[in-house]
């Protein structure tokens, strides 16, 4: 049920990456107006997800995650009916305010019922919601957007939330805290000031920012730079979220059995060396297109199940909720912010190809690094965050 949640907040956001080329020209905007809408749900999102720091453990799961995921349905509903790009882009906010803290509220929740010598597969069963989102709800979206224009994959976003809102209404169960509730300002100030919690921040923004600037204008790349149509840009992400539909779980069971920072490691790696391919592609047969960025997607994506089942083992389970909430904050302002500073370093000339992508696969690269660097400083300050599952024992985070 949580990455069926996933899911659709997973693809309500992916969605408008490939919409790209089709906003901008029904639109008449931008690049950087673009990127503005791609970056409005991940500010909107960073703002209600640092007040969610505030109050989210006092409440139950079920009734919060019920609430946040209702707005989110009503704000998608209103981004498929706004007529202009100003209405779009208020819709957006409100979907980004909604959605960023119900998926904090489902990272809560594995961590809550999820032993820790299990969590790695855990999150690779919910970050499998990202691939999914890509061979079922993008491909489909962009299907009906070329047939009945862009609207139209917000209306089935809309009408599947309405779906599994009922379904989780009636299955999903109550997950009260057991930890005594503490004032809201003193829940913040031990979520914000602890050593531990820094460095775990800290990794997640740069975690988030190394494909964040690459992925909003990846499928407009591919029309314009690689020569695809508008028509063939499923076909990439179908076969790019076919393999990482197998290769996530495979990578939250490496996770389980190996120490999460090299498995992080050997999977920046790989990404590093293909965002550079990605982002230089000169205009290639349909075939290699669909291989490079399957392999993108498989290693970017796949980062995220040792980073946040390393970040989760960290975290003490009375502060969980409020600093995944605020966790999300920071990724979303991460991933806004890499939208901006990407809208701003690539153009569009007068032939019409975009310029100024390699420069972003660069930035990429050099934030691939440091967030390396990042998880090993949480690795010294946090040792049990790391381990393989037979080794993992329930420990008090530590400050380095």
């Known amino acids: 049920m949580l990455a069926a949640v996933q899911f659709t907040h997973i693809m309500d956001f992916m969605i408008m990456m490939p919409l790209g080329s089709q906003l901008m020209r029904v639109f008449a905007i931008s690049p950087a107006q673009f990127s503005r809408l791609v970056a409005s749900y991940g500010i909107a999102a960073a703002v209600t997800g640092l007040l969610g720091g505030f109050f989210l453990d006092r409440f139950d799961r079920r009734p919060a995650l019920l609430f946040l995921y209702t707005g989110f349905g009503i704000s998608t509903l209103a981004c498929a009916l706004a007529p202009t790009y100003a209405l779009l882009l208020v819709a957006r906010l409100c979907a980004g305010a909604f959605g960023g803290i119900a998926g904090a509220v489902v990272v809560s929740m594995v961590g809550d019922v999820v032993p820790p010598e299990r969590r790695g597969r855990a999150m690779g069963v919910v970050m499998s919601a990202f691939p999914l989102a890509s061979v079922l709800g993008v491909p489909v979206g962009l299907t009906l957007a070329a047939r009945f224009e862009w609207h139209a994959p917000f209306f089935l976003l809309a ?45 997640s923004a740069a975690l988030v920012f190394a494909g964040g600037c690459v992925i909003p204008f990846m499928a407009p790349a591919m029309v314009a730079n690689v020569g695809l149509t508008e028509a063939q840009l499923p076909l990439i992400y179908l076969a790019g979220g076919a393999v990482t539909f197998f290769t996530n779980p495979w990578f939250g069971r490496l996770s389980d059995h190996h120490d999460k920072l090299h498995v992080l490691i050997w999977l920046s790696v790989v990404a590093a060396l293909v965002v550079m391919v990605v982002t230089s592609l000169p205009p290639v047969p349909i075939a290699v297109a669909m291989a490079v960025t399957a392999l993108f997607m498989v290693a970017m994506s796949g980062r995220f199940s040792p980073a946040m089942a390393m970040l989760t083992n960290a975290i003490d389970g009375r502060y969980r909720g409020g600093f995944m909430s605020v966790n999300s904050a920071v990724q979303q302002a991460a991933s806004g912010l890499a939208n901006l500073v990407a809208g701003y370093l690539v153009t569009r000339n007068a032939a019409g190809h975009l310029v100024g992508y390699p420069r972003i696969g660069l930035l990429s690269v050099g934030f691939f690094g440091l967030t390396v660097f990042l998880a090993a400083r949480l690795r010294a300050a946090a040792p049990h965050a790391a381990r393989p599952g037979r080794h993992q024992t329930i420990e008090p985070a530590v400050a380095e």
Do not use: D, W
């Open 159 to 203: 009408v599947l939330s309405a779906i599994i809102l009922t379904v989780a209404y009636r299955v999903l169960p109550s997950l009260r805290s057991l930890h005594p509730a503490v004032h809201p300002v003193e829940q913040m100030l031990s979520i914000l000031s602890h050593p531990v919690h820094i460095k775990g921040f800290m990794m």
